[in-house]
């Protein structure tokens, strides 16, 4: 009522100041009450108050009818906007069509890119009418800037779905002044404007007022810039002229900041504006805000979002206040201010804040502050910021509105959704639903996130979809589903619910894209959601975005796009890959290469594998073996369950036999469990690459996994050895048992049960859980045989009543998961009865197989069966009604199993604790049966097997079986009340048997002391008689405390000697298996016993040794056992509990030990031993040496097995403890010898010397005796070099011939140095080809030779193999008639010779090129570029330069006769050379090896004067003495010569016969032909001849990465090279690799047929055959696989296994390719094979196709080559009498004539020709017929 009074006064005097707090104090308090209620609570009135009243309700009345009369204070809300309402905004983002502008109360309006202006709107038309216009278009965001304050009207209010409205705004002057006309315009009024078209001088704007001109000069912009058309402004009128049509205006800041709409402008209510600044005085001070009135008498009001901050609390009436207008509403005059200081002078341009990052935040412990009924409530944060909530946001959508909850509430939980930049505040909410949704911004949405949302509408170019209430998002069509839908509007409609994968979120704009392809949406493989994700070899589901003839664009998530080339798209060829694939197929990729930097991605088909995909599904899961999750149950399968484990969303399968124990409960259990049903409790049990992760939930199973000892690979398992496992599969000669960790071993069909089994079909059934017993190791084929026999077996001996619950429990579990699906009738009538319950029954029909079915009342809906068995003695009439009592339920079936028996219905007797009693078997399943005990009416359940490994036996589990039970509990609790029994004797047999073998052992004590008497004396153990009669073990190690070494410590007992001993533990049986007396197995062990003194004294004692007590090195003292011959290890026992191995190896010191290795040591015997290395804590085994040493270091010497002998590079030794050594030819000896390896063969046993450890465990080990035995080796033959500087000059020393190429010979000193023989040093002949000293000498030949000298800073070593030198025979024989090299004077003498004879050349051809040769200006010579661009003519006196040095320097002492020869024949070369370049230019630049390109023509002299180090002496200080002083002309002609030279140089330089000698040359060549392969073979076969094979890889991989993709055959000749060396030089592991990578980027089928000739080249026959039969398979519709394997089978002389071949071709190519492929196997016949074959082949082919005359052709040349005149002629005669043209006839007369000219006589000529003309003569008259 308060409020009522203030906004609607009574009239009378003026309130006092201080009523204003009293009305707002009553006001709050009944804000919210309801009035209707204060109506009927008011009291009675007397008539002339209720008059009173009505007069003053009839004033309010009256004054309300005025027009702008604000009596209440409200926010702005939607609902009262109309189109037309001016207000103040404010923007927030521009985008490309669309401004957000924010106006007041937190309302959004949206601005159009066509609500700018006229003009802007016309250049947009103008630009999309013509796309030439050259009219540029100036982008909104240069027109408006976020935090600029706009004047805009509402333009319309259009509803959108879902009840939402649709705001948008104009700022267009025409709209916004449109109450504004000329006359009403005054100098000093502030109005908005645009920019209209741009002057000389200034801007026309568009100020909305038709006839009128607004004029901007530019010296009047606030802005130094220049100004856009539409570009948005405020603007003062400065002055108008002619009646308000010229206007002039400015932008002057601070005059528009001082403009005040005052009277004297003549402001209207009707032409008030938003965005004036007015002064007025508060007229009424209201708790909602004030009401003021400004120009004189208009009236506005100010609500609580707009009162100054700092003076909310200080207005009083009449106080003058400077407002701004916010928003004016036409039709009622309705003006709102704002007195908040931000919109006031000095601002209200610009604001400075226009966006929170706050946004989305979700604040906790806020406090209301102020609440308003009609707009909202006030909040204050716990940083001192305030919030605004809107009314309707203080509630839930479907709740009412109750504030006074809200106020009792001290403290709230808001959520920030936006921010209001005109208030200055931020929005916030207090609903539930949106301040728990993860999803409230577009930010909060991640690339690849699962999210659902519902259809909002259907477009053309796809699907909206609305995700919350503040995110929307769009599905592309081609997204819609895997396929391409042609109508997608038949399968989605609005409203449905969609579940949608985030391909791509753009934050800024609000653009959320989505995917509703299956495959993405469910794919589990790793997301690229960047180019950094792709990394290589991953594999991830993409989408095709573009199909080419290249190949196939993929794209992934966000921009992430990949090229898969065409190659990469299958692994056959695709000539067509729009064929294959469509644009939107999903499809998965792995990653080949990938660039993050430059985002370029390579991506491959082909390459992806199940088995990769697999491995990339659960790459993100930590497997580990053993480990404990839960599962949610993806999809179904025939086999098992597809799960996804839970949190780590990896896929997984449950095999349907892994979700139990009980067979009967596994199928029951798969059909219960459904799509997204979560299982607990499941384990880790194997991860294969194909099969990905597998979990099992056999309780079994997962309580064997919990314990980390259990055997997890090979080696660690153990003769009798007990492990539980699962039956993998039944064959018909036994079982195959799975155990964890990969193992799996064969039970046979006489180890599977205790009885005899002729069938093992029926034993066992697949996945059942079993116990298993190792009982053989087969180490060298890593297989091992099991034994099931019960009687063998102690683990799981005790478990038959935990399996019993257990059992029980899984099909409680399935009632209940089958009950809770749904709540059908049936379900809920069986699951209110159970085992045992009674009800009343009506018999109904007998079936075929004697069963009775019955009805229920309880169980009307239910199936109730009594079987013939439950009927006997009862009477089944129809309609007669019975007691029954419930057997069975089935709740997947809907079946109940009862009895009508009397002897089951009568009442229960008490049950009493052990009692024992005889029971019958009413009902039986596989793992389970129901019995009756005797006569007291009780019914229960038995487990049908007191061993997980017994088999059921038909007869007695049968129903009616009888068998003896004692009573365990009367009323089990985990029985649900039933009693627990168990079998009486079941097991009689057995339990007699493990008695005699462990008699009493139970009641042992650990650490009992007793008196044993001595049974038996082995070697390693002593068997004792115990008191009780059963017997002991002592081991050797137990008997004497520290034994000497070479004792036998059971030799010191006697049989029948009684000894005291102490009880310590026991050991298995049959397995020796140490085991500890608490161990629960102890029952069925051998009791150990020990008679060590410290042992018998000290009951505390450790009674055993644990694997942490054993260190490598550590001294231990063993007892051998035996030794395995195969393993060639010998056995120790070392502990009771631990035992140990030891290699051969490590048991000699001399080869000759190995012979009789058993010999060595005795079993029992004392030994000291030092421990390599110790296994896992579960096998307790020891890896010991006899040998003293324990590892492998430098300076050691030990014995080693010759495990391959590499021929002329040395031995591969197989080293002790694991290790590998390589010896080197040059180390195997002290002596060398021509064939130093020809002693070793594999397996031999040697000693060897440690040199150097070069990787993990490898080393460089030394055979020689000097090494070994280094005091008695102090002469050495052939000593041993280690570095360089054991080399010095004039020493003499013998090596192995390495390699011979162009730079001499090189000679292999030791393993590390090499030296270098000059063909000068190598014989006194002179060769003028090196091949000749590489034909006499062979690779690897031992030489002896001499130091010349040795450099150490480089390690080269000169050698020489002269005669000389040596004191050897020369390398080459005089049987070659080579002369002799030239020496000492006779070579000075010679080289005299030829410098005269070259000058008196030089002279002769200068005189030549005066008359030829134009003349040259020395100027141009010295012009030359400096590098590297020189000349022809420099290139030309180079290469002479270099040639004599070659001829001079490397072969001095060559005779004149060789010397005149050789420059005759190069200078006839270099003429033809020059003359041919002159014709034709050559495709590449092909340069001699070693040509010097840095040359230059300026730095090159004069011939004679060039500086030759191998000139004579004499010569030389002829030159030099005698200086002569050149004329003009000689230096003329000197120049001239140098020219020719140059000329000559470059005519060689073109000759592309010459291969180039140097990396430098090569690398040159290279760059002008980079695409060349044969440069690049050239190449590597230069590196190839210096034995330098690495270096030729290395150039191998460049030329794949420089040639040009488009070169694929140069490519493929790389490819070819490199399968040639790697099969030459590498593995066959190398080669392996090499020939992948060509299959890939290559085509197949070529790099198939290479490697195959690479094969049967180099006589790798069994690798080429199986490569042929590959090819065979793979390219079976290619001809030419054929073919080829062809050719090689017949080459090979397997003719049959070709013809089977032809056969299977004909099969696989089409009919048209049979003719000609026969015929081509004909032709391989006649040259490799059987003659008599090709011409049967021949012949039957041509009698089918008589008319091919090619074939009679290639026939003919066949027999020819091949066959007999006799065969030939016959040929002959058939084919000139077939019916063909005459004009072929004729061609065969021609050609048998012939052949009778070549190869017959007279006789035969003239017969042919006689044959011509009888078949002319016949044709002849055919015609004329």
């Not at 201080?18 to 209707?36: A, G, M, Q």
């Not at 477009?459 to 109508?487: C, E, F, K, S, Y």
């Not at 490898?1258 to 002469?1275: E, G, I, M, Y």
């Amino acid at each position: 009522m308060a409020s009522m009074e203030e906004d609607f006064p009574r009239g009378g005097a003026e309130k006092k100041t201080t009523e204003p707090k009293r009305v707002k104090t009553h006001d709050v308090d009944n804000l919210f009450e309801n009035r209707e209620t204060a109506v009927k609570k008011k009291k009675k009135r007397n008539v002339e108050q209720d008059e009173e009243e009505k007069t003053k309700k009839l004033k309010v009345d009256v004054e309300n009818l005025k027009l702008n009369s604000a009596t209440t204070v409200e926010i702005l809300h939607l609902r009262n906007l109309n189109i037309g309402t001016l207000m103040l905004g404010c923007v927030k983002e521009v985008s490309e069509f669309e401004v957000v502008v924010g106006l007041p109360s937190g309302l959004v309006g949206y601005l159009p890119i066509y609500n700018i202006c006229d003009s802007y709107t016309n250049m947009l038309n103008n630009r999309l009418d013509s796309e030439d216009s050259l009219e540029a278009v100036v982008p909104l965001s240069e027109l408006l800037t976020p935090g600029m304050l706009v004047r805009c009207v509402v333009s319309s209010l259009d509803s959108a779905k879902e009840g939402n409205v649709s705001l948008k705004v104009s700022i267009n002057p025409k709209e916004v002044n449109k109450v504004l006309s000329s006359g009403t315009l005054k100098p000093g009024m502030t109005l908005s404007g645009c920019v209209e078209s741009v002057e000389d001088h200034g801007y026309l704007v568009d100020i909305g007022i038709s006839g009128t001109k607004a004029f901007l000069p530019k010296k009047s912009t606030a802005s130094k810039q220049d100004l856009n058309v539409g570009q948005y402004m405020s603007i003062l009128i400065e002055e108008v002229k002619n009646d308000g049509r010229v206007v002039r205006l400015t932008q002057n800041p601070q005059a528009l900041a001082k403009a005040v709409a005052t009277i004297q402008h003549g402001w209207t209510l009707d032409a008030i504006l938003p965005g004036l600044l007015i002064r007025g005085r508060v007229k009424r001070v209201t708790p909602h805000g004030l009401i003021v009135t400004y120009l004189s008498s208009f009236t506005g009001v100010v609500n609580f979002l707009h009162l100054d901050d700092d003076k909310a609390s200080t207005y009083s009436q009449g106080q003058e206040v400077l407002a701004r207008v916010l928003h004016v509403e036409p039709s009622t005059r309705h003006v709102s201010l704002s007195l908040r200081s931000h919109l006031l002078p000095p601002g209200g341009g610009v604001l400075d804040k226009y966006f929170s990052e706050r946004l989305g935040e979700v604040v906790q412990g806020c406090k209301m502050t102020d609440l308003h009924y009609h707009s909202g409530a006030l909040m204050k944060m716990p940083d001192g910021t305030t919030a605004f909530v809107h009314k309707n946001l203080m509630k839930e959508p479907n709740e009412e509105f109750n504030p006074n909850r809200l106020l009792s509430q001290p403290e709230h939980t808001l959520r920030i959704i936006d921010y209001s930049p005109v208030e200055q505040i931020h929005l916030a909410t207090l609903r539930r639903s949106t301040i728990e949704t993860t999803l409230f911004r577009y930010q909060d949405v991640k690339v690849g996130q699962i999210v659902e949302g519902k259809i909002t509408g259907l477009q053309q170019h796809g699907v909206n979809v609305r995700i919350t209430d503040h995110i929307r998002g769009m599905i592309p069509r081609t997204h819609l589903a895997d396929v391409v839908l042609h109508n997608p509007e038949k399968r989605f409609f609005e409203g449905l619910k969609v579940k949608c994968r985030v391909l791509s979120v753009d934050a800024q704009n609000k653009r959320l894209i989505l995917t509703k392809k299956k495959a993405l949406v469910e794919s589990t493989l790793p997301l690229f959601q960047s180019y950094s994700d792709a990394r290589v070899g991953c594999i991830s589901h993409g989408f095709i975005v573009c199909v080419k003839k290249f190949g196939c664009i993929v794209r992934f998530y966000e921009d992430v796009k990949g090229l898969v080339p065409v190659t990469e798209l299958s692994t056959e060829l695709v000539d067509n890959p729009e064929s294959l694939f469509f644009v939107g197929q999903v499809v998965q990729a792995k990653v080949l290469n990938c660039d993050p930097e430059n985002k370029k991605l390579c991506l491959s088909f082909k390459a992806v594998s199940e088995g990769d995909i697999k491995e990339a599904q659960t790459e993100k899961f930590d497997f580990v073996s053993g480990k404990t999750v839960s599962a949610r149950v993806c999809r179904k399968v025939v086999d098992g369950l597809e799960v996804s484990i839970v949190p780590e969303e990896v896929p997984a399968f449950i095999p349907t036999m892994h979700l139990s124990d009980h067979v009967s409960n596994c199928i029951p259990l798969w059909t219960a469990l459904e799509e997204g049903d979560t299982i607990s409790n499941i384990m880790c049990l194997s991860k294969t690459k194909k099969k990905g992760i597998t979990l099992t939930k056999k309780p079994l199973l997962k309580f064997y996994m919990e314990d980390d000892n259990i055997p997890q690979q090979f080696s660690e398992l153990q003769v009798g050895m007990q492990m539980i496992g699962w039956v993998k599969n039944i064959m018909p000669y036994g079982v195959f048992v799975s155990f964890p960790h990969g193992l799996f071993g064969l039970a046979p069909k006489d180890a599977m049960a205790d009885q005899f089994i002729t069938n093992t079909s029926g034993i066992f059934e697949i996945g059942q859980t079993v116990v298993a017993k190792v009982t053989n190791l087969d180490e060298e084929k890593q297989r091992f045989l099991v034994s099931l026999k019960v009687s063998e077996l102690s683990l799981l001996e005790e478990g038959s009543r935990a399996r019993l619950f257990q059992g029980l429990k899984d099909r409680k579990d399935i009632f209940e998961m089958v009950t809770s699906r749904g709540e059908s009738d049936v379900l809920q009538q069986l699951s209110a009865v159970s085992l045992g319950d009674k009800i009343k029954m009506t018999v109904g029909d007998t079936r075929e197989d004697g069963s009775v079915t019955l009805s229920s009342d309880r169980l009307s809906k239910a199936t109730v069966l009594a079987s013939k068995f439950h009927t006997e003695g009862v009477n089944v009439t129809p309609g007669c009604k019975l007691s029954a009592v419930i057997l069975h339920v089935d709740p997947l079936k809907s079946e109940v199993h009862v009895s009508l028996l009397p002897k089951l219905i009568k009442k229960k007797k008490l049950l009493t604790k052990d009692s024992k009693l005889s029971a019958t078997i009413q009902y039986t399943d596989k793992d389970f049966a129901v019995i009756s005990l005797g006569d007291t009416g009780h019914l229960t359940f038995i487990p049908l097997r007191a061993h997980v490994n017994n088999i059921l036996d038909s007869k007695k589990c049968s129903v009616g079986s009888c068998l003896n039970v004692v009573v365990e509990d009367p009323s089990s609790e985990e029985l649900g009340g039933l009693p627990l029994v168990a079998y009486q004797n079941s097991n009689a047999k057995h339990d007699e048997t493990k008695s005699k073998s462990s008699g009493r052992s139970n009641d042992l004590i650990l650490g009992e002391v007793m008196t044993v008497t001595v049974k038996k004396v082995k070697p390693t153990s002593v068997l004792v008689a115990l008191p009780s009669g059963t017997t002991g073990n002592i081991h050797v190690s137990e008997i004497e405390e520290s034994p000497a070494v070479g004792s036998f410590p059971t030799a010191s007992l006697k049989i029948g000697t009684e000894v005291e001993a102490r009880v310590i533990g026991g050991h298995t049986v049959r397995g020796n298996k140490f085991l500890p007396i608490s161990h629960p197995n102890f029952g069925v062990s051998l009791t150990e016993l020990s008679l060590l003194p410290r042992k018998l004294k000290d009951a505390d004692e450790q009674s055993v040794d644990t694997m942490k007590k054993y260190t490598p090195g550590d001294d231990v003292l063993c007892y051998p056992s035996k030794y395995d011959e195969k393993t060639q290890t010998l056995e120790v026992h070392v502990k009771p509990n631990v035992i140990g191995t030891v290699e051969l190896l490590a048991m000699i010191t001399k080869p000759g030990q190995a012979k009789h290795p058993k010999n060595l040591f005795k079993p029992g015997q004392t030994v000291s031993a030092k421990v390599v290395s110790t296994g896992s804590i579960k096998s307790f085994q020891l890896s010991l040496s006899l040998t003293g040493m324990y590892k492998l270091e430098q300076g050691l010497v030990t014995m080693a097995t010759v495990w391959k002998v590499t021929p002329f590079l040395g031995l591969l030794l197989k080293l002790p403890f694991g290790n590998w050594g390589f010896a080197s030819v040059m180390d195997v000896s002290d002596a060398y010898a021509d064939n130093p390896l020809e002693p070793y063969k594999r397996g031999q046993l040697v000693r060897c010397y440690i040199t150097e450890e070069t990787k993990n465990k490898k080393f460089k080990v030394s055979l020689r005796p000097s090494r070994l035995h280094k005091d008695q080796h102090k002469n050495v033959a052939d000593p041993e070099i280690q570095s360089i500087s054991d080399l010095k000059e004039g020493q003499i020393i013998k090596g192995y011939v390495k390699s011979i190429n162009d730079k001499g010979v090189f000679v292999r000193l030791s393993r590390v140095i090499a030296g270098r023989v000059e063909f000068q040093h190598a014989t006194k002949y002179f060769m003028d080809d090196p091949k000749v000293l590489s034909k006499h000498i062979t690779l690897n030949a031992l030489v002896t030779a001499k130091v010349l000298s040795v450099k150490a800073e480089n390690s080269h070593v000169n050698l020489s193999l002269l005669s000389e030198d040596t004191g050897k025979p020369d390398l080459l024989p005089e049987s070659l008639d080579l002369k002799l090299r030239l020496k000492g004077e006779k070579k000075a003498k010679h080289d005299k010779m030829v410098a005269k004879r070259r000058r008196a050349l030089s002279e002769s051809k200068q005189q030549e090129n005066e008359k030829h040769e134009p003349k040259i200006k020395r100027k141009k010579v010295e012009a030359c570029p400096v590098k590297g661009e020189c000349t022809g003519e420099t290139k030309t006196l180079k290469e002479k330069k270099k040639k004599k040095t070659k001829t001079e320097d490397s072969d001095s002492g060559v005779d004149v006769f060789f010397r005149e020869k050789e420059e005759t024949t190069s200078n006839k070369k270099s003429d033809q050379v020059k003359g041919k370049h002159e014709k034709t230019e050559p495709k590449r630049l092909q340069v001699t090896l070693g040509f010097p390109w840095e040359s230059t023509l300026c730095s090159l002299t004069p011939f004679a004067a060039v500086d030759d180090t191998h000139e004579s002496s004499e010569d030389e200080q002829e030159v030099k003495s005698k200086p002569v002083k050149k004329s003009r002309k000689e230096l003329k002609q000197e120049q001239q010569n140098a020219e020719q030279q140059l000329s000559k140089l470059e005519a060689e330089l073109m000759d592309t016969s010459v291969r180039p000698d140097s990396t430098t040359a090569f690398e040159r060549l290279l760059l002008s032909s980079p695409d060349s392969s044969l440069l690049w073979l050239q190449y590597m076969a230069f590196h190839l001849q210096a034995t330098e094979i690495e270096q030729a890889r290395v150039v191998a991989e460049r030329a794949l990465k420089t040639i040009s993709f488009r070169e694929e055959q140069e490519k493929l000749n790389v490819w070819v090279a490199m399968l040639n060396l790697e099969n030459m030089y590498g593995t066959q592991e190398s080669l392996q690799k090499i020939f992948e990578r060509a299959t890939q980027y290559c085509e197949p089928l070529p790099v198939y047929q290479k490697l195959a000739e690479i094969y049967a080249k180099s006589d790798k026959i069994k690798e080429a055959e199986s490569l042929y039969k590959n090819m065979v398979k793979r390219f079976r519709h290619e001809q030419a696989v054929y073919l080829s394997y062809g050719t090689f089978l017949l080459r090979q002389r397997q003719s049959d296994a070709a013809n089977a071949l032809l056969q299977r071709a004909l099969q696989s190519l089409s009919n048209k390719e049979h003719v000609d492929l026969i015929a081509k196997f004909a032709r391989l016949e006649f040259q490799y094979g059987n003659t008599e074959r090709a011409k049967s082949m021949f012949d039957k082919v041509l009698s089918t196709y008589p008319k091919r005359t090619d074939l009679w052709s290639v026939f003919i040349d066949l027999l020819v080559k091949h066959g007999s005149q006799k065969e030939v002629r016959e040929i002959f005669d058939r084919v000139i009498h077939l019916s063909v043209s005459v004009k072929k006839i004729k061609f065969f007369f021609k050609r048998y004539l012939e052949y009778e000219k070549t190869n017959g006589t007279p006789e035969t000529i003239q017969a042919v020709k006689q044959k011509a003309i009888e078949y002319v003569e016949s044709k002849g008259a055919e015609a004329a017929s």
